[in-house]
């Protein structure tokens, strides 16, 4: 049997000093594994919830049918979660009235988040005085087994709306429950319809992520022909994220199969399809001059020049990290004349913080190999 513990009371009759005195315990980890695929799908039964700790508000003991639940799963160190906390509290309260009980679980244990609600936010508000739902700690991880991973979930925040005949009707980012939270309420949810989409980005999610072992096992045991046709299994699989599998590709053939001359005509196919996409440019750029797998013979510098320059012609040239690869290009040339003077501008639109002190480092190391310190 699960202990249980209800710390509700003694949170709000503590002093936050007694409670943030409590030694802090290392974090907790949400990797979803894939192993046997999609276990928790929209219209299945609702998992039960033993919970080990109950924080704030009533103890649910059992989900009740005509109830509605929000189950929200989420982490002390997580920014999104903590940014979207104001939002759950509104739509907490407000639908409290229709009843609806939202629930936000952590898996981390219970002096983690305890102490997390006892510290303050940017506005000096404690977290524990921000949050208007019920809050609990599941160190054992037995909800979030049930829950966010047998759903193939990965990211967090992630919430469940559980529907009044207690079947599962929605997952997914908080940001996005209030129609289907609104619906699921007034009984107009379409779920089947919603069940066929989830269903759909899970499996096409599923074989990625299969893929996606399959190219690091491949990568790590140096099995770089393996590596390559698992790359065109992901291009075919994942037509909205071939870009990416495609430049991964091309530094494979560039720096791994030995291919480079089709490996830069395949690089120069992904320069053209990318050909208004800044950031999408400037990376190649990057790969080129910067990849400490890459042989110097194998570097193609006119393809850096013609990728970091379009780049920053797209951005105006007032992006200061485009601007500095393309002054790293030409350094790496041995143009130090244009490399001083990509650099200096990267220097003069960059905004103040580490990445302007660290472009004025490379700066000053220019300017000292142009033979003086024109600091």
Not at 67 to 80: L, N, R
Request: net charge negative; hydrophobic share 40%; with cysteine.
């Amino acid at each position: 049997m699960k202990h249980r513990f209800a710390i509700r009371s003694t949170l709000l009759a503590c002093t936050a000093a007694t409670l943030c005195a409590w030694p802090a315990i290392g974090l907790a980890q949400t990797e979803a594994k894939d192993e046997d695929g999609l276990k928790l799908s929209i219209l299945d039964p609702a998992p039960d919830i033993e919970i080990s700790y109950w924080l704030k508000g009533d103890e649910v003991t059992k989900l009740e049918k005509d109830q509605v639940y929000i189950i929200e799963f989420w982490a002390t160190w997580c920014g999104p979660c903590k940014a979207n906390m104001p939002h759950l509290s509104e739509l907490a309260v407000e639908y409290a009235k229709k009843g609806v009980t939202t629930i936000g679980i952590s898996d981390e244990p219970l002096q983690t988040v305890v102490k997390f609600l006892c510290e303050a936010d940017d506005e000096g508000v404690l977290w524990n005085d921000k949050i208007h739902y019920t809050l609990a700690a599941d160190p054992d991880r037995s909800v979030m087994d049930s829950y966010f991973r047998a759903a193939g979930q990965r990211g967090i925040p992630c919430a469940f709306i559980v529907g009044k005949d207690l079947t599962v009707q929605w997952i997914g980012h908080p940001m996005n429950i209030e129609e289907p939270l609104e619906a699921v309420v007034e009984g107009t949810w379409d779920a089947k319809t919603f069940k066929s989409e989830f269903e759909g980005r899970m499996e096409a999610q599923i074989k990625s992520t299969r893929l996606s072992q399959k190219l690091r096992k491949a990568q790590m045991e140096q099995d770089w022909e393996a590596a390559f046709k698992v790359l065109e299994e992901m291009i075919d699989a994942n037509p909205d994220n071939a870009a990416f599998y495609k430049q991964t590709k091309f530094q494979l053939m560039v720096r791994d199969l030995g291919e480079v001359k089709k490996g830069y005509i395949l690089g120069r196919e992904i320069m053209q399809e990318n050909w208004d996409d800044s950031n999408a440019l400037n990376s190649l750029a990057w790969w080129v001059v910067d990849d400490k797998g890459l042989a110097d013979e194998n570097r193609d510098y006119d393809f850096a020049i013609a990728a970091a320059t379009r780049a920053c012609e797209l951005t105006e040239y007032k992006n200061a990290a485009i601007l500095d690869t393309l002054a790293c290009v030409y350094y790496r040339m041995g143009d130090l004349e244009s490399a001083l003077k990509w650099q200096r501008q990267a220097v003069e639109v960059v905004d103040p913080g580490p990445m302007a002190d660290q472009l004025k480092g490379v700066l000053e190391k220019y300017e000292k190999e142009a033979g003086g310190d024109k600091g």
